[in-house]
């Protein structure tokens, strides 16, 4: 509570122990101290921050161990990928006309489209129709144990006419399918040599459309 000094009649604050005024002593006692560690009135005490733990030298290894595993398996894995890589290239090849050759360890695969120009029956394995075009879109594809091409040629004639020709000369032992939309002929030459002839009618140009698989085989059939 505010006071007074007895001498000049100046105000006092409660915690004032000289006059602003005079100067003269003014009796207030001198406000008690607060012991360290406990907090005025109406603030929240603050305890001391924890101490910040460093980490120890056994996990900063067992964290560079792991590091260190991961990139050695990454490097492993990229080598890995590397030779795979390497030996692929070295065992493709590629030739002029876009066929390829695949050498494995099993032997050799190759692919490749057949040309439409120049084809004989000996190549084609069975007989060419009479005035079909060769067109392209044929593949061939060959291994050690056998080989299988195919061949596509067009014609104006219609496809009874064309399924009746190679009944004919492909023998008594030929298999016939006809369906409403062309038919099949199948006949096997020997027993490591087939033949499959396959006619359909071609709406978009309204031709006869005929497909001579010849597939052979190296295997003794003995």
């Not at 161990?65 to 398996?73: D, K, N």
């Amino acid at each position: 509570m505010a006071g007074f000094c007895s001498k000049c009649g100046a105000e006092l604050s409660p915690d004032s122990r000289f006059c602003v005024g005079c100067g003269a002593p003014t009796g207030f006692a001198a406000p008690a101290a607060v012991p360290a560690g406990v907090a005025p009135a109406g603030q929240v005490p603050v305890g001391p921050a924890p101490p910040v733990t460093a980490p120890s030298s056994g996990t900063v290894k067992v964290v560079l161990i792991i590091v260190g595993v991961l990139v050695g398996l990454g490097l492993l894995c990229a080598f890995a990928v590397m030779f795979g890589l390497w030996r692929i290239s070295r065992s493709v090849h590629v030739d002029q006309t876009g066929g390829v050759t695949i050498t494995t360890p099993g032997g050799k695969f190759s692919t490749g489209h057949t040309s439409g120009a120049h084809l004989s029956e000996t190549e084609v394995g069975a007989p060419i129709y009479p005035g079909a075009v060769a067109e392209e879109g044929g593949f061939k594809l060959g291994a050690d144990s056998g080989s299988m091409a195919t061949y596509v040629f067009k014609t104006s004639d219609s496809v009874p006419q064309v399924l009746a020709f190679y009944r004919d000369k492909l023998g008594p032992k030929s298999t016939v399918v006809e369906t409403p939309q062309g038919g099949i002929v199948t006949a096997a030459k020997n027993d490591n040599e087939g033949i499959m002839v396959t006619v359909g009618h071609d709406d978009s140009e309204n031709k006869t459309s005929i497909s001579i698989t010849h597939a052979t085989s190296t295997k003794d059939s003995r």
